[in-house]
């Protein structure tokens, strides 16, 4: 199965209400209707275990895939590009792995 990890923190000037609201409201039901995606979850970083130092990233997001080819088609449409445009206003610099399963 394969699996997109996102990981990224929130650019500066970003109000974490804003961006929590906009992915509870937006960004994970849109892309959990997509016919390629199996499941979509975002994840809040809170500490690095074993320590309270902050984690590296504020946010992971994990997008299980049906079909990684129809997912690439279904993320053109204008609704996910206005989406897409949307997360970027959010990200910075966000890195993007594709992973498969064991």
Known sequence: MTKLVVLFNLRKGVD???????AKTTDLPTVNK???????EILQCTQLLGSE?????QYVEIIELRDQALFFEEVSTDVMKK????????????????????
């Open 53 to 57: 130092q902050s984690p590296p990233y």
């Open 83 to 102: 989406v897409a445009d949307e997360f970027q206003a959010f990200a910075d610099n966000p890195t993007f792995i594709v992973s498969e399963s064991l």
């Open 16 to 22: 974490t209400k804003v961006y929590q609201d906009w």
């Open 34 to 40: 997509l016919k390629s995606v199996v499941n979509f």
